[in-house]
């Protein structure tokens, strides 16, 4: 009996040993010793009220002097601050005053009070969290770039470090810290209202720019974020963009293949990069609201990850837990669930009963002190980070940058950049000098339209009054090929005061009439600019008005060009054999009309990309990276049938004035494992007689796979500028683990086998000579 028990205690300890848990990740942030010794200092010293409070987060408007923010000119109420910040002791406030646009000196003057309240109330600055989406967003006269779609269409990371750079300089002119951006959701589905907010579908270009963005926004030391920088908020943590009515806020559906190797990376390479917190998807996953799933906030991404940044809730999104998602019975039990799975701070935002009933969660032993103590900790932590507690409040004269030349320049540039030539038959563009041009359609004289939601309001509806001094794409033509020569019409228009989608009674006639007067036609098409769930539609087809007006200006027989400006592909198959060109503009900000004006003139050569798939019939959406399967030819037998994915133009694609020859494509070893890394160059030459910028993509086939391989996958790009005649030899590297999937046990798998590499039309084979499986959850 002694022997089995002994024996019995061996394998048991060898089981042990077997299963032990395996070596944490590396920290995505390296600890800081002195933050970390003051962060356990203040928090020994908190009351739970205290502590509660830190975890608490309201609107501006809570504020507010009663009727203030209608009228315009929002004044803190002196009773409010007391109540909120004296009595529960909340830690962060957020958004503008009626979701409008403030100068940098009304800034000043909310966050001065607003620090002033929370050091002598409780000793620790408030951390103040504004949406500047796509630049200057919420501070009036500051910079706005393109939106993030655009910046995915340059396929240039210097481009988004920059934007990233200018515009944490301008948000910190108005002592604001924090940025609920970047979003790096992955746009797969082009019915979401929010697919313009990312950086496309495909989750490497997503990755590659978060990164960017975070260095931009934060610095490379996230420890030490300085004077000119401030703390990103990655979002919307995760597969929010792949919700399966594509509707806003609507289940998704994802396997744990694709949401850990698609859906997940941006985020893990922006936390490796240093972020320092993250909002959550306010939808579910597989059917667990992401807001109360501990295995992905507390399982993937703060443990896994090894990251002591810190979680925060979308509007209202632990309410939403029993209002929408009916996990929770009630408020109380939402936020129980919502604490435990791993939410560090809740956007509440209008009513402070969460800190009274979190309060009564931890007396009752339904939250663990321990957990309040981490994500209070988290909330100290990136107060420190920032130096809140040194400077909470910034002077606006420190900042004398803003809103300059120097900073429109680089909007300017990126605006150039991320605008797309789909078509261009018989060379119609650059235009000739000397045309006459008629510019329509309802987005020709709009700069809301070229902005798009976020943009000085929520739903983008003050950018024509705050963004006047810019030019609108009719203004821009006018200033660029001369009053004279340009005629505006535009036969469509937009109802401003209506839902986003409404239009007023056409006047088509006036437009075909002034066009037998003209030798070129610009129809300025798309949508009027919403944001989140108001800008869930129905059908993807342009409206009836807009279809019809290129209809008929099309039997004038003058040439068209179609210029697109949305924020999502509108199926426009019907009309697009009437068009001689096509641009897409998207959503290209401020300078957009500039830009535009720029690149058919000629002055600049178009370099913009499609970060994503453009559909062509309502019916038939998908990705660039789907499967073997959707694309076939005919089968053999009684069930002869065939499948084919139809895009109007394809991931990657745009046309340029100048051409670019690829060869030589090579790499420096044929045969690899998943230690290796690949070095591969291709020359390009431009073989046209103008200068061109020409994205260098480098895609990847799996030929045969356990699971079913996607057809390719984006690895690597590289932009480069060639002059006419020159030929440049550009050079990418792939590691080996990066042609790693997730397989069917969820666990990464690199497996030996063939594969495909290509650049342009060139096609080099490389093989992997051995299987590497990973027992981490992530390489």
């Not at 009626?98 to 408030?126: N, V, Y």
């Not at 990376?265 to 667990?288: D, R």
């Not at 440049?728 to 594969?755: H, P, Q, R």
Request: glycine share 8%.
């Amino acid at each position: 009996m002694k022997r089995i028990f002994i024996f019995l205690l061996a394998v048991a300890f060898l089981q042990a040993c077997n299963s032990s848990p395996q070596k944490s990740a590396e920290p995505a942030i390296p600890k800081d010793a002195e933050i970390e010794q003051k962060v356990e200092a203040l928090l020994s010293e908190m009351t739970l009220e205290e502590k509660i409070g830190q975890m608490t987060q309201l609107t501006i408007d809570v504020l507010g002097v009663p009727g203030s923010v209608h009228q315009g000119d929002f004044q803190l109420s002196e009773a409010l601050l007391d109540t909120v910040i004296g009595k529960y002791k909340v830690g962060s406030i957020l958004n503008t005053p009626g979701t409008t646009a403030q100068t940098r000196d009304k800034w000043h003057e909310i966050i001065s009070k607003i620090q002033e309240k929370s050091l002598e109330e409780i000793g620790i600055p408030a951390i103040y969290g504004l949406d500047q989406i796509h630049g200057s967003t919420y501070i009036l006269d500051g910079t706005m770039f393109p939106q993030t779609l655009n910046m995915g269409a340059t396929f240039n990371r210097s481009l988004v470090h920059r934007g990233g750079e200018i515009t944490a300089y301008e948000t910190k002119a108005g002592s604001v810290p924090w940025t609920f951006a970047p979003t790096v959701d992955l746009g797969r589905d082009a019915r979401w209202p929010r697919m313009w907010e990312n950086y496309g579908e495909d989750a490497l270009l997503n990755a590659e720019m978060a990164h960017e963005a975070v260095i931009g926004h934060q610095g490379d030391d996230p420890n030490n974020v300085g004077k000119e920088q401030i703390a990103v908020c990655m979002k919307h943590y995760m597969g929010y963009g792949a919700s399966v009515s594509g509707k806003d806020r609507t289940p998704a559906i994802i396997s744990e293949q694709q949401l850990r190797e698609k859906h997940f990376a941006p985020f893990k390479e922006a936390i490796e990069a240093g972020a320092l917190s993250v909002m959550v998807n306010s939808g579910s996953v597989n059917g667990v609201p992401v807001h109360a799933s501990y295995e992905l906030l507390t399982e993937w991404l703060k443990e896994d990850l090894n990251w002591d940044g810190m979680v925060v809730t979308d509007w209202a999104d632990i309410n939403n837990l029993y209002t929408r998602e009916k996990t929770a019975a009630d408020k109380k039990d939402a936020i129980k669930q919502a604490i435990n799975a791993g939410i560090d701070m809740a956007m509440e935002p209008y009513n402070w009963d969460f800190c009274v009933l979190l309060k009564e969660l931890v007396e009752d032993g339904e939250v663990k002190m321990s957990r309040i103590d981490d994500a209070v900790r988290r909330v100290l932590r990136m107060k420190y980070r920032l130096g809140l507690f040194e400077t909470p409040v910034y002077e606006v004269e420190d900042f004398p940058l803003f809103g300059g030349e120097e900073f429109g320049k680089a909007a300017l540039q990126a605006a150039e950049e991320s605008i797309v030539l789909l078509k261009n038959e018989d060379d119609v563009l650059p235009l000739v000098d000397g045309k006459r041009i008629l510019v329509t359609g309802p987005n020709a004289n709009s700069m809301r339209t070229l902005n798009g939601g976020w943009s000085y309001t929520w739903q983008g509806t003050g950018a024509d009054k705050f963004a006047a001094k810019h030019n609108t794409i009719q203004e821009a033509f006018k200033a660029r090929f001369g009053s004279s020569k340009v005629v505006y019409e535009p036969g469509v228009t937009y109802d401003n005061d209506g839902q986003y989608w409404e239009e007023n009674e056409p006047e088509i006639e006036k437009a075909v009439a002034a066009a037998r007067n003209v030798d070129m036609i610009f129809a300025c098409i798309g949508e009027n600019s919403y944001c989140e769930t108001p800008g869930n539609l129905n059908d993807l087809t342009l409206s009836e008005n807009q279809l019809n007006l290129v209809k008929a200006l099309s039997k004038t027989g003058k040439p068209i060009v179609l210029v697109i400006n949305s924020g999502r592909p509108r199926v426009l198959s019907e009309i697009e054999p009437l068009a001689d060109a096509v641009v897409n503009v998207m959503l290209p900000g401020n300078f957009g009309g500039d830009a535009l004006a720029n690149l058919v003139s000629g002055d600049v050569n178009f370099s913009g990309k499609l970060p994503f798939s453009y559909p062509k019939a309502v019916n038939s959406l998908g990705s660039y990276d789907y499967k073997p399967s959707e694309q076939t030819g005919m089968m053999e037998g009684a069930y002869n049938y065939n499948s084919q994915m139809s895009f109007q133009w394809a991931f990657g694609y745009g046309l340029s004035y100048t051409d670019f020859d690829y060869s030589n494509l090579s790499v420096d070893k044929s045969s690899f494992t998943a230690g290796d890394e690949l070095t591969f160059t291709v020359d390009v030459t431009n073989t046209g007689d103008v200068v061109g910028k020409e994205s260098v993509l480098l895609f990847s086939s799996d030929l045969v796979a356990s699971l079913t391989p996607d057809v390719r996958r984006l690895r690597n790009f590289e932009k480069v500028e060639i002059q006419p005649g020159e030929t440049k030899t550009v050079t990418m590297t792939l590691k080996g683990s990066d042609l790693a999937f997730v397989g069917a046990d969820g666990k990464w798998i690199l497996e030996e086998g063939d594969f495909k590499v290509q650049v342009g039309e060139e096609v080099v084979d490389v093989v992997c000579a051995e299987t590497k499986k990973w027992e981490t959850p992530n390489i």
